[in-house]
């Protein structure tokens, strides 16, 4: 990473970086799709797309066609790259986890607990059902995410990262030492932890907003529907855990931003949908995270070098530059006929992406 300095101290104005992978993304489909991917495609080189449409992207089949549409709206000058994902239920056959793997355009195949999250409805019930195509992608080499959250009415909210732990995780990796797993935007210390002691096959996703805020953030002053995601924003002990995991040059943690778009009129109601827009500014998102860290120079490592390590691929070839400038976050972008509100709306962003090479 080279760095532009105007100053000997460690504030660069400007910051010179690997092009960057999301590891995490949701584009929905549609007008809303066609709204939203030029954002990722301007900003990375490739993004691991989830699967959670209705009805969920089951199939290899599925996902071909939905990979040509996000193709198609990132244009034709763009080399984006979307790594499709399979949508896990209970009757996934493991025959399809070899169509996808022959296919070469599945990168994972998604674990939703049922009910965990937007249109999970017809996630997994029982992980027990799934244990043969676990087998085959364990076989294959296919990495499975994890949506890490219990759904029993009775665990509390901010505990269910952990109790996905104990009742769910720790046995699932035992009984597939070899599988790959990514635990899906980490929210805890105890996730990052349980990540950090894990075997080198286990592995983690963190996003800028929760490297950037606390439950706080979401409900002083007023309760903010457009700070709602899952798994919710944690107390603030547990934000500092996930900065100093990104940070730490750990290979187990990368970018994925779960980028959720929600059009205003789904979030700004008695019962909002969960998730944040932030596609939009991913970068300089995590740029202003890791500089608030004092952290700046593992940017590169934590956005660019990281997952594709873990995915067995080269990082991107080209670069992009950053430029500390603070800029005012629009109060909208479009979104099909309504429009989504993005994480800041009317306020400022630190950095800038200002060349894409
Ligand atoms: O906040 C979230 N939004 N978390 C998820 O797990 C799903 C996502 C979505 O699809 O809206
Ligand atoms: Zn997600």
């Not at 294959?140 to 890490?148: E, K, N, R, T, Y």
């Not at 929760?210 to 919710?232: A, F, Q, T, W």
């Not at 827009?277 to 990281?306: H, R, W």
């Not at 991107?316 to 429009?339: A, C, H, M």
Request: with cysteine; glycine share 6%; proline share 5%.
């Amino acid at each position: 990473m080279s760095n532009k300095q105007n100053s000997p101290s460690a504030s660069p104005s400007h910051l010179s970086i690997i092009r960057p992978d999301d590891w995490h993304l949701h584009v929905r489909d549609n007008e809303g799709l066609k709204a939203v991917v030029p954002f990722t495609a301007k900003q990375c080189g490739r993004a691991i797309i989830m699967p959670n449409l209705t009805p969920p992207v089951t199939t290899t089949d599925q996902a071909r066609v939905y990979q040509q549409a996000i193709l198609d709206a990132a244009g034709k000058q763009s080399s984006f790259q979307p790594l499709m994902t399979l949508y896990l239920t209970d009757s996934t056959p493991a025959q399809e986890i070899q169509t996808a793997m022959e296919s070469g355009i599945i990168s994972a195949v998604k674990l939703y607990p049922a009910g965990a999250t937007t249109n999970s409805d017809a996630g997994v019930t029982d992980i027990r059902k799934c244990y043969q195509t676990l087998e085959m992608m364990q076989k294959l080499g296919l990495p499975l995410l994890v949506h890490g959250e219990v759904t029993s009415h009775d665990i509390d909210i901010f505990d269910r990262e952990k109790q996905f732990i104990d009742q769910r995780l720790e046995s699932l990796i035992k009984d597939f030492p070899e599988l790959k797993v990514v635990f899906e935007h980490i929210t805890t210390a105890d996730a990052a932890n349980f990540v950090i002691e894990s075997s080198p096959n286990i592995a983690a996703t963190i996003t800028a907003h929760h490297l950037l805020m606390n439950r706080n953030d979401m409900l002083v002053g007023g309760i903010k529907p457009h700070h709602y995601c899952l798994p919710v924003l944690k107390r603030e002990t547990h934000r500092k855990a996930l900065v100093k995991a990104a940070i730490s040059g750990n290979n187990k943690f990368f970018m994925g931003t779960d980028s959720a778009p929600h059009s205003k009129h789904n979030k700004e109601t008695a019962c909002g949908c969960a998730g944040m827009f932030t596609a939009f500014a991913a970068i300089e998102l995590y740029a202003e995270a890791f500089d608030e860290a004092g952290a700046l120079d593992k940017l590169e490592q934590f956005s660019s070098l990281n997952g594709p390590l873990f995915y067995g691929l080269d990082a991107n070839s080209d670069k992009i530059t950053l430029r500390r400038e603070e800029w005012t976050v629009p109060d909208s972008y479009q979104f099909g006929d309504d429009v989504v509100i993005p994480l800041r709306a009317g306020q400022t962003i630190n950095w800038k992406l200002v060349s894409e090479s």
